[in-house]
Structure formats: structure tokens, C-alpha cells
């Protein structure tokens, strides 16, 4: 029961977020925002998290030796990416405070970020929920980034308002600096993680 509420919840987050982060990052790359940039790329990596998850548990139900195996290398390549994926946001935020560059707004990004502020941390809590019945500590990762994506659509939003509304050009970019950080941690995190549970 429990193995299947984890798939179910895993479907979920992968429907919700590969959807979202897609159109944010399109929307992010023809605006310029750095920050809404940052939430759609880690609501991405949610979901092919999610997808990771869902092979692990397919695994368990199957072949419960591998499991193990799976949640490891799957933890791995998630943790590189995000990792790499700060650097690159990083890297254009300072770039874009040199350069003074304000970020347009996009309607239908704004609206997403708003919804993912409200969608997001009940996901979150439910795969916290199942992760505690399995003693899975993927899923509990993976709730956590879950958790991150909502506070990265909120930070968003605060940083295109600010640019926005404010003239703050240089919001954006320090909110895209603060995601980062938050992509770099969970990351760095995931690859030792991983690292301590070989056997």
C-alpha cells in the first residue's frame, strides 16, 4: 500500500513539475529573469527526481536487492546536476548585476510561480508522509526538494515584483544568487549522502 502511495505521489510531482519548470524555463530564457530561471530548473530536476523515484520503487516491488543500488546512483546524478546547474545560474546572476539588466515579466509565469506556492508544500508534506512508512530516505530527499521548489517560486516572485514594481534591477538577480546557493546545498548534500551509504 505504501509502495504504491509512493508511485502515486511520484506521478504526481512529475506531472505538476515537469509541466511548470518547462514553461517557467522558456519563460525565464525569453524574459531574462535569472530567479524564475533558477525555480523552473529545480522544478525540472523535481521532477526527473520523481521519475528516478518511481524506477526505484518499481525496483523494490520487483527485485528489492537492487533497490539500494538504484536510490544511490539515482541520488548521484541528481546531486551533480543541481549542483552544476548553480553554478550556471550563478555565474549569469553576477553577470547580469554587472551588466544592470532588469528582467521582463511574463503573465503566465507569474501565474505558475503563484501556483506552485500553493501547490507545491502538500506534495511535499504527503511525500514526507509515505517516505516515514517506507523509512525511504529518497523519498524524504525528494520531498525536501519539493519543499525548495516552493520556497524558490516564492523567492521568485519576490524578486520580479521588486524588479518590477520597484525598479530594483538588480533584485532578480541577488533572488536568482539565493536559489542558487539553495540548489548548490541540496546538491553538495545529495552527493555525500550518497557517497556514506556504499557499502
Not at 522558456?26 to 533558477?38: C, E, F, I
Not at 518511481?54 to 520487483?62: A, D, H, K, M, T
Not at 550563478?90 to 521582463?104: D, K, T
Given at each position: 500500500m505504501a509502495l504504491r502511495s509512493a508511485i502515486t505521489i511520484s506521478l504526481v510531482s512529475v506531472a505538476w513539475s515537469?509541466?511548470?519548470?518547462?514553461?517557467?524555463?522558456?519563460?525565464?530564457?525569453?524574459?531574462?529573469?535569472?530567479?524564475?530561471?533558477?525555480?523552473?530548473?529545480?522544478a525540472v530536476v523535481d521532477a526527473a527526481a520523481s521519475v528516478a523515484l518511481?524506477?526505484?520503487?518499481?525496483?523494490?516491488?520487483?527485485q528489492p536487492a537492487r533497490a539500494d543500488e538504484v536510490e544511490r546512483f539515482a541520488e548521484r546524478v541528481l546531486g551533480a546536476a543541481l549542483v552544476v546547474l548553480a553554478?550556471?545560474?550563478?555565474?549569469?546572476?553576477?553577470?547580469?548585476?554587472?551588466?544592470?539588466?532588469?528582467?521582463?515579466s511574463s503573465e503566465l509565469a507569474v501565474a505558475l510561480l503563484l501556483a506552485s506556492v500553493v501547490l507545491l508544500p502538500p506534495i511535499a508534506l504527503?511525500?514526507?508522509?509515505?517516505?516515514?512508512?517506507?523509512?525511504?530516505?529518497?523519498?524524504?530527499?525528494?520531498?525536501?526538494?519539493?519543499?525548495?521548489?516552493?520556497?524558490?517560486?516564492?523567492?521568485?516572485?519576490?524578486?520580479?515584483?521588486?524588479?518590477t514594481r520597484l525598479g530594483w534591477w538588480w533584485a532578480d538577480a541577488l533572488a536568482a544568487l539565493i536559489v542558487a546557493a539553495v540548489m548548490a546545498r541540496e546538491g553538495l548534500k545529495s552527493l555525500v549522502l550518497s557517497r556514506r551509504a556504499d557499502p
Open positions: 515537469g509541466v511548470v519548470g518547462a514553461v517557467t524555463v522558456r519563460s525565464a530564457l525569453v524574459s531574462g529573469s535569472l530567479s524564475m530561471l533558477g525555480f523552473g530548473v529545480d518511481i524506477w526505484r520503487f518499481s525496483v523494490e516491488g520487483r553554478l550556471y545560474v550563478a555565474y549569469a546572476s553576477i553577470g547580469s548585476l554587472i551588466a544592470a539588466r532588469s528582467p521582463l504527503r511525500k514526507r508522509q509515505v517516505a516515514r512508512a517506507l523509512g525511504s530516505g529518497a523519498l524524504r530527499a525528494d520531498s525536501v526538494l519539493t519543499s525548495v521548489a516552493a520556497a524558490l517560486a516564492a523567492i521568485s516572485l519576490l524578486g520580479i515584483s521588486a524588479a
